[in-house]
Each structure stands twice: as C-alpha cells, then as structure tokens.
C-alpha cells in the first residue's frame, strides 16, 4: 500500500467508550484526555501498583498539567482503571516497547538492539475475548515496521474477524515531548496508518474527538516508518554533534563556540552535544529499522554507536579533570533524567556515566530534584542538593534542569568544598564559576577554564 492522503469527513462510528491498554507516559495522559472529551474511558494496566495509585488519587507520572487532568477525569466518572480490558467502542496499546535484555541480533560482525514485543502480544491478546464486530483497534506504541499487519492483525485475527472488514485497525504514534505532553497531545498534528482506509477513516474520527492539529490518514506501515524516522533523523544530527565534540577536544577547539558560529549560517542547525542520548523515543527506535533492516542501514547503526558510547567520553572527560586514577574520588553528580525538566529515566546516559563511575572506584552522590530520596537503577538519590554538595571533592552536570543552571556558584562554593567543575551539557558560564572559585572542565572544550 502507498500512502493515502485523501479523507472522508463523513464519520464512520459513533464512539462512547474507549479502553485504553497501558497507563505510562503516553496512555494516561491520551486517557484522561479522552475521558475530558466526555467518552467513558477504561484504563488498564497489568501494574497493581499503578491501578491502586490512581485509585487511591495519585498519580506514577510527573508531567506538567496531567494530575488536574487525571483528578477531574476520575471525579468525573469517565475514567476508571482496571487490570483487565471490557468490552468498548475502540482499544488503544500504550504500552511499553523496550529491548530484549541481554538478546541482541548480529549482522556482518556487528550486533544490534532488538525490539521486545511482548508487552505489544500480550495487549493484542487480552482484547482477543473482548473484540467485537466494528470495533476500532490502534496500536500507538513506537514498533518496528509492518508490526501492525505482521504481529497485531494476525493475533487479532484469532477471533474469527478480518482485520480491515470486520474491525478497524490502526497504527497511530505518539508524537509528543515529554514535558509538554498534555499540550502536544491536543494541538501537533496526528498521523493515523489503517490496513485499510476505511481503518485510517475509523481511527481519524477517533482522535478528531480532541486533536486540534492536522489529522493525516495513510497506511499503517508507513506511519511506522514516520514515527521511526522522526527520532532517527534526530539521533543521527546528535551523533554529528556528539562527534563533534571529540573532534573538538582533539583539536583544542571550544565546541561550543564553533556550533555558534557555524549556525549563524542560514541553513545549518547543528544540535548540542552532551553525555549521550536518552529517552525511550530516540535512543531506542533507530534499532527497530537497524533490526528490520541491517544490511542497509549502517548509518544508523554507526549513529548509535557514537551516541552510546559517548557515555565514556564523559569518563575520559573526568579524567582529566580529576586524574587518571578515580578510585576512592568523591565526586557530586547532579541530574539522572534523560533531558532537562523531566522525571523520565529511561535510557538515560546520566545513569550510565554515574554507572561507569561506580565501577571506577568512584564514591558518587547523586541528586535528581525529580526523584528525590529514591533508587533509581540501583543507584540511591540523595535526600537534597546540600547533602551531595558537602561530600564532593568535584562537581559533574549531567542534566541541564532550569534548577541547575539557575544555582548561584558562589553559594555553591560555601555548601561544598569542591572547586572543580565537569560540566557536559554547557549549563555553567565558566567565568562565573571561575570567579567563585572554581576549574572548569567542559565537554567539547579542551582548554578548561583556569581560576
């Protein structure tokens, strides 16, 4: 099938409950958000812990808007959460999609990063008994290419139905930047791929119920591919950058510096380097089309390399702030999210450069303001800033968090008795830190700054 960009504004199903399968970073909010619609919305997931949050009144997620959301959706009657799904109108897959652990692919030498759908089979299964004749299914978990028609449509297919004739199915992506969910949600524009058209039709009625962004139909494999892409392109431009930060240490260049300059050019954007790339979007879905594909994609393959291994550039980093031997070195990191102003751990090459460090000897004090006093990857956060400040001979930025760039250095210096600084994410002016008190050792910049 080639892409389909006609649409019929005519609606082909009259929606008044929704199960949605997941209740992470993108199904609780796309719940909720339909359950503010007025649709009475079924909210499932295979955590009891998650279920008995939400029914106590909490909620797992930090994300800016989602909590009065999620409370009035619930006050409302329209949300509610179960373990398992109920019969409904449509059935929306959240759930997770992350990597085999410790099972990789290997083409030509070279291993690869292989998709766990498990948690995709499982949700396909459990609305097996609840499927019902004109029923809408859409998978929006990140998957690699033709999951929808090669995995979802046969498992559903066991009930006797065809996919496209008796049931509508969809592929649709999320498309939104953690921290700003609640907003993109409602206004970026939505891709729906059907196995058919009248599925993509189907699935557009659906999201036209609170989308405000363009909705473009097309089929299900080449919203996969979109959805892929996306990141993939991202990723790629980071590794450019990542890249050439090492090239600038080699050369004795300010990295920073030089991107500046080089974007003042009126068709080049070059991206910031940093300790790697995290998230559960683009550090994980070049490897879908890398596993689909490997014998065509050595790009981005090559790209993930240097992303993943930019961790131990920042290794290399701290050696020459604090010498070759780390062993029995305190040092203060500061930040574990994946991105600034986030919450969200997963994949996070903060975790990894922390993780390194551990296994150099190093005693590391960690602060994350969004997971205070908690284990995170087997790593504990400290209580507070002040109590990782005060044991720390040096200072590593990981994550550039508002609250972090906002830190005065010259109260820094009266809480620790640190006066060096790593910075990898160019959060700190080095002068300003300079006068305080402090070296400061950026990545991408090989001549540190002197006091």
């Given at each position: 099938?080639?892409?389909?960009?006609?649409?019929?504004?005519?609606?082909l199903l009259n929606f008044k409950k929704i199960c949605v399968l997941g209740l992470g970073y993108i199904g609780l909010p796309t719940a909720s958000t339909f359950a503010a619609n007025g649709l009475e919305v079924l909210?499932?997931?295979?955590?009891?812990?998650?279920i008995d949050t939400l029914r106590n009144g909490g909620i797992h997620?930090?994300?800016?808007?989602?909590?009065t959301v999620v409370e009035s959706a619930i006050r409302s009657g329209n949300l509610t959460v179960a373990a398992i799904p109920e019969m409904a109108d449509a059935f929306l897959i959240a759930v997770p999609t992350p990597f085999l652990e410790a099972e990789f692919g290997e083409f030509s030498g070279h291993k690869y990063k292989r998709a766990d759908m498990r948690a995709v089979t499982a949700a396909a299964e459990a609305i097996l008994p609840c499927l019902r004749s004109g029923n809408l299914v859409v998978l929006e978990s990140t998957s690699p290419p033709r999951t929808t028609l090669d995995l979802v449509a046969p498992i559903l297919e066991r009930s006797g139905m065809k996919a496209g004739k008796d049931f509508y199915l969809c592929y649709s992506p999320e498309r939104v930047l953690p921290g700003q969910i609640m907003r993109e949600l409602i206004e970026n524009t939505r891709v729906i791929g059907g196995v058919n058209p009248a599925s993509a039709q189907a699935g557009r009625d659906l999201y036209a119920l609170f989308v405000k962004g363009e909705i473009i139909e097309t089929d299900a494999t080449t919203a996969e591919m979109v959805k892929l892409m996306e990141n993939t392109f991202r990723d790629i431009n980071i590794a450019t950058a990542n890249e050439f930060s090492r090239l600038a240490e080699k050369f004795g260049v300010d990295v920073w510096k030089a991107i500046e300059l080089a974007n003042r050019h009126p068709r080049v954007n070059i991206l910031d380097?940093?300790?790697?790339?995290?998230?559960?979007?683009?550090?994980?879905?070049?490897?879908?089309?890398?596993?689909?594909?490997?014998?065509?994609t050595p790009l981005i393959y090559q790209a993930r390399m240097v992303n993943d291994g930019q961790p131990e550039f920042v290794l290399q980093k701290i050696r020459q702030a604090l010498g070759v031997q780390l062993a029995g070195k305190r040092i203060a990191a500061l930040g574990l999210a994946y991105k600034p102003d986030v919450d969200d751990m997963r994949e996070s090459p903060a975790v990894?450069?922390?993780?390194?460090?551990?296994?150099?000897?190093?005693?590391?004090?960690?602060?994350?303001p969004f997971k205070p006093d908690q284990l995170i990857n087997g790593i504990k956060v400290s209580p507070s800033l002040e109590s990782v400040l005060k044991e720390a001979e040096a200072l590593l930025l990981l994550v550039n968090h508002t609250a972090f760039r906002a830190l005065d250095p010259g109260q820094v210096s009266k809480m620790t008795p640190a006066r060096i600084v790593i910075d990898t994410v160019n959060g700190w002016d080095p002068l300003q830190w300079n006068k305080a008190g402090f070296k400061v050792f950026r990545l991408g910049?090989?001549?540190q700054s002197s006091i």
């Open positions: 099938m080639s892409g389909w960009v006609e649409r019929n504004t005519g609606n909210g499932v997931d295979v955590n009891p812990k998650i997620i930090q994300e800016p808007g989602l909590r380097p940093g300790p790697g790339v995290g998230g559960h979007c683009i550090s994980v879905d070049p490897w879908f089309l890398v596993e689909a594909a490997p014998e065509i990894r450069v922390v993780q390194k460090l551990k296994n150099e000897g190093m005693e590391v004090f960690c602060w994350e910049d090989h001549q």
